[in-house]
């Protein structure tokens, strides 16, 4: 019993050593990838949200509304991307779409952010400029900018995002001067399975 033992460990032991020594001769396959890094350029983003901010609150039907209606397309343009302009009304009032794409598939995903200025500013401390229009920084420019330097930096990757669209929200006024505020009135019945909404950033 004891001699089964010992031919038993010493065998291990050989198969052990052999295995090591050729562990050392045979190379080892090393799969490296390579992942393409990409920037998004902070600043940049930064200098479109103050452009638009310097055209005024983009409240709907507005000068202001309009002149950046044509700033969007051309930026969209120098991007690198289609334009497509999904019209409509709400209660009367004119809805306008702007959606960039690069790709006749239908979208995977969609990033989405609205881009006009609301028309009263009726959560400002001041009670005195609660009747005038929201300047729209953070609740649409910022957005605006984000999406604007997205499309340039996955202009290398078409096939990261296939669209994306820049929503106006649906400005219907009632009696008090509350504002009503529906967002994405076209896109409502597109069904999309994944959409993400830029928004006060």
Same mark, same amino acid.
């Given at each position: 019993?004891?001699?089964?033992?010992?031919?038993?460990?010493?065998?291990?032991?050989?198969?052990?050593?052999?295995?090591?020594?050729?562990?050392?001769?045979?190379?080892?396959?090393?799969?490296?990838?390579?992942?393409?890094t990409v920037v998004f350029n902070g600043q940049r983003a930064l200098d479109d949200a103050i452009e638009q901010l310097n055209m005024g609150p983009r409240t709907p039907n507005s000068n202001a509304h309009t002149v950046f209606q044509k700033w969007l397309q051309v930026k969209i343009i120098e991007a690198g991307w289609r334009?497509?302009?999904?019209?409509?009304?709400?209660?009367?009032?004119?809805?306008?779409?702007?959606?960039?794409?690069? &790709? @006749?598939?239908? *979208?995977?995903?969609i990033i989405? !952010?609205?881009?006009?200025?609301? =028309?009263?500013?009726?959560?400002?401390?001041?009670?005195?400029?609660? &009747? @005038?229009?929201? *300047?729209?920084?953070?609740?649409? !420019?910022?957005?605006?900018?984000? =999406?604007?330097e997205l499309a340039r930096t996955y202009l290398t990757?078409?096939?990261?995002?296939?669209w994306y669209s820049l929503m106006q929200k649906t400005t219907v006024i009632f009696q008090g001067g509350n504002g009503f505020w529906d967002h994405d009135i076209l896109f409502r019945s597109?069904?999309?399975?994944?959409?993400?909404?830029?928004?006060l950033i």
């Open positions: 019993m004891q001699r089964i033992r010992f031919f038993l460990s010493l065998w291990l032991i050989i198969i052990f050593a052999v295995v090591v020594a050729l562990s050392r001769k045979v190379a080892m396959p090393i799969y490296m990838y390579r992942y393409e334009v497509t302009l999904q019209t409509g009304m709400f209660q009367g009032h004119p809805i306008n779409n702007i959606i960039a794409h690069n &790709s @006749n598939e239908p *979208p995977r995903i989405a !952010a609205h881009y006009d200025s609301r =028309l009263f500013s009726d959560n400002d401390p001041d009670p005195n400029l609660r &009747s @005038n229009p929201v *300047p729209g920084a953070n609740d649409g !420019a910022s957005g605006v900018a984000a =999406l604007l990757n078409p096939n990261q995002f296939g597109s069904k999309q399975n994944l959409r993400l909404s830029f928004s």
